[in-house]
């Protein structure tokens, strides 16, 4: 158990487990609190500037403790290249970063007075159908995603 800011992350800190996969890009998502966007550094700090881990990390606290459901969604890009058709020409390629994709869903519970936030990743299945839904009508977005530049984790 990991205590930020009068929260408790069970079983482990979920910003080790994203600093884990660095460098990249997170996004905190909540009903009530909408997106916050941020980079997680080469050296594992949040931020641009660097080192702003207590102001996104308290935010993140913030938002998850204020929230029904909530998560983060963790963008990587590789070193390695595909060459994938561009926009609406298919006759055009370009070279892009393979992507990887992770995503974590945060549960708030309130135990003896104490706000807990637990987490766990979801699975490839999982990430990969929530990227193809609408979040604000829950329905599935026909989105040409190709497996060769996009890996879910």
């Not at 930020?4 to 069970?10: A, L, S």
């Not at 935010?59 to 929230?67: Q, Y």
């Not at 990887?100 to 990969?128: F, M, S």
Request: proline share 7%.
């Amino acid at each position: 158990m990991v205590i930020y800011f009068g929260f408790r992350w069970e079983p482990s800190s979920l910003f080790d487990e994203i600093r884990s996969h660095r460098p990249g890009i997170a996004t905190f998502v909540s009903e009530e609190v909408g997106a916050l966007e941020f980079d997680v550094n080469e050296d594992g700090s949040f931020g641009v500037p660097r080192d702003q881990d207590p102001l996104i990390c308290a935010r993140v606290l913030g938002g998850a403790a204020e929230s029904r459901a909530c998560g983060i969604i963790m963008r990587t890009f590789l070193a390695e290249t595909v060459m994938v058709p561009h926009g609406t020409d298919p006759s055009r390629l370009v070279r892009v970063p393979v992507k990887e994709l992770r995503a974590y869903q945060i549960v708030r519970k309130d135990v003896g007075g104490d706000t807990v936030l637990r987490w766990r990743r979801l699975a490839p299945e999982t990430v990969r159908e929530l990227y193809e839904t609408d979040p604000r009508t829950g329905k599935r977005i026909p989105l040409t995603i190709s497996e060769i530049d996009h890996r879910f984790c």
